[in-house]
């Protein structure tokens, strides 16, 4: 259905409410007959006129439009609309937190308050890359991370002030920029692009503010053996051509160490061999991917 109307179709017919149904059409027919466009030689009122007629009669005589009809003129008799002015503006401003009124009462008039400079701030978050070897991204591990950020001022402890005078060392500002170290732990088999979260250890907070947070990119860094697809890692092992003719035992490098394999007769080059449990680790090193052997094939 269309918008609803704000239009009295009972003032239009020129009827109330308790007039009959018979009633209603007679008046309707008397008033199309009087606004009807072939009677008034196009004039353009009579042509309006006419439509809200029609559309007044449309309605009231459908007992289903009536009731609709009526339902949203009671609603509206109780809720009458109110015009959206400034004061609705205001009124949502103030039920904001700080009650910041500006912009719509006097909108160049207020100056934006100045911030208390002995109020508690948060320290900033800080976000970086960190180059991650794989098999630390693969199997877990903790690695040192060095950074910048603010700390609290030793000279002052903090307080911006010796004695009575500035701290020399902050200049007031009670933080310092300084590199520190931290040691980061690297959850066993995440995903390389992971950002780490790491509460507390971003930039120090003011007048006992709480610190920021410290986001680390994990950036995989590639390694001269291994690659990892998803859970696996795959590793290409160049053998003689004898041992891919007559197979037999070979030894080797894995993630964490080394294994023993068996490499089959007749191994051709570019032939995978499948080693369960020695690839990345998977849920937070519950169990572990596959290591995937690419043979190559010594030329005699
Ligand atoms: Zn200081």
């Avoid at 003129?73 to 205001?90: G, I, L």
């Avoid at 310092?176 to 390389?192: E, N, W, Y």
């Amino acid at each position: 259905m269309a918008q609803p109307t704000t239009r009295n179709y009972y003032k239009i017919l020129g009827i109330t409410q308790k007039t009959n149904k018979a009633d209603i059409k007679k008046k309707y027919r008397e008033l199309a007959k009087k606004y009807h466009p072939d009677t008034n030689s196009g004039s353009k009122t009579a042509e309006d006129k006419f439509k809200i007629i029609s559309e007044a009669y449309d309605v009231l005589s459908n007992a289903k439009k009536r009731k609709a009809y009526d339902r949203e003129r009671s609603y509206r008799k109780k809720s009458p609309p109110r015009p959206r002015s400034q004061s609705d503006y205001t009124s949502g401003y103030e039920r904001e937190p700080g009650g910041n009124r500006q912009g719509y009462e006097e909108p160049f008039a207020q100056e934006p308050e100045p911030v208390d400079p002995d109020m508690p701030t948060s320290g900033f978050d800080l976000q970086f890359m960190i180059d991650v070897p794989l098999p630390i991204v693969a199997l877990g591990g903790t690695i040192p991370y060095t950074y910048e950020k603010y700390v609290q001022c030793e000279e002052c402890e903090g307080t911006g002030t010796c004695g009575s005078d500035e701290c020399p060392q902050c200049q007031g500002k009670q933080l310092v920029v300084r590199s520190v170290t931290l040691d980061v732990k690297i959850p066993p088999g995440v995903a390389d692009q992971y950002t780490l979260s790491i509460l507390k250890e971003g930039g120090a907070g003011r007048n006992g503010g709480p610190p920021g947070a410290l986001y680390l990119k994990i950036c995989t860094q590639p390694h001269p053996r291994f690659k990892r697809v998803k859970n696996d890692i795959i590793r290409e092992v160049t053998i003689s051509s004898k041992l891919a003719e007559e197979g037999g035992p070979l030894e080797v490098e894995t993630l964490d160490g080394t294994t023993t394999i068996q490499v089959e007769e007749a191994t051709l080059v570019g032939e995978e061999l499948r080693v369960p449990g020695e690839g990345s680790a998977i849920s937070w090193g519950k169990k572990r991917g596959n290591l995937i052997i690419k043979f190559n094939i010594e030329d005699d």
